[in-house]
Every structure is written in C-alpha cells, then in structure tokens.
C-alpha cells in the first residue's frame, strides 16, 4: 500500500503571500494519478488539479502543481482570502484504489 | 446545472443497516464512473468505493468488502450505498463523486451517517 504525507501539517500565511505545500508517496508513482483537491469547513470538496499539473474547470490559474516520482507540490501564487482551507492530495492506485493524503490546512497569520 | 444530492443518512445503533442515495442531473450520469468517499467529524477523506458505468466492476476499499454494497440505477440517474453491519467507526458523511481522471471533480453535498448506541 502506497502513504501520502502531507507537510506541512498546518500553514500559516498572509493573504497575497505565496503558499507551497508537499504531498510526498512512499514509493514512486505516475504522476497521472496525483490530484489535489480544497475542502472548506461544512463543505464538499474541490477538485483543483488533476494529473499532478492540470488544473480542474474554472479553477483560478493562481492554483499549480507539479512534481513527479514521490514528490509533488501545490502552490498557491498569491493567496486569496477564499484560499485559507484544507487542502488533500490523491493518489490513485491498486490497493486502495483511492488514497488521500492526511490534509495541510492553511491558516491566516 | 451539474448536481449530485445525497440522502439517507441518519441516527443508527451498531449492528444496523442504512441505504444511502445520491440524485444525479446535468451530467450524462451513465456514462460516469461513480464514488462513495466518507469523512469521519473532524478528519480526512476516505475512499470507500467505485462502480463502473454499467455496473459491471466494483472497487471497495479491503477494510469495508464484505459490509458496504455499491450499486447504480442509470434509468433513474442513482447511485447507492447498502451499509450493513455497522460500527461506530462508520460514523462519518459520506459523499458520492463522479470519478474523472483518476481524481473526483463532481461532489454532493454529503449526507451524516452516525452510529451510536
């Protein structure tokens, strides 16, 4: 079975500060299974990239991922007011087909 | 619009059974692989399992096999949960997605299921 790692746990910024958070695999994997997704309290899930790079409909382009192999990277350019949530990478694989990584939450400094 | 509603989440003692559903519109619902994912108050997301279009594949995750039943009626653009056998760690919402890419990007709103006793 394949763990995702999410650092940091909790992010602390400042609206229009630059946000970079990690999603780490405990072995490689392709990065077309990688996505991220935003949760707000009370809220469903977003889907924000799919394919490790690829951003969902209508998200903002501040939103970008990359990385490949075990390591993967969503970055927030300019943070938003509307940014400070939960935020989950995914992986599909084999067994679970599905795994979500732990969450990072980005707080307002 | 693209929606997907859920329903049939409630209060369930251990051992019980509950039936979620999930209405969907605005999408070719039978065309769309189908998902359960829960979230226990206050932690992350949980895969539970898939359904293919046609109903002929379904994916579980191990610790629930066995308990948990996925099935789909695209005549009437549906996709349930049977939960048997429940435990107080089923406490959770759960959520229907449609499954894209490898990835989830239709969600409903979610529904609470919570087993007490």
Redesign the interface.
Known sequence: EIVLTQSPGTLSLSPGERATLSCRASQSVSS??L?W?Q?KPG?????LI??AS?R??GIPDRFSGSGSGTDFTLTISRLEPEDFAVY?C?L?GS?????????TKVDIK | EVQLVESGGGLVQPGGSLRLSCAASGFTFSSSWMNWVRQAPGKGLEWVAQIKQDGSELHYVDSLRGRFTISRDNAKNSLYLQMNSLRAEDTAVYYCARGINKSFDIWGQGTMVTIFS
């Open positions: 077309r299974y996505a997704y949760q809220q469903a899930p977003r889907l799919y394919g690829s969902a409909t989950y995914q599909y067994s679970p087909l599905f795994t979500f990584g732990p969450g």
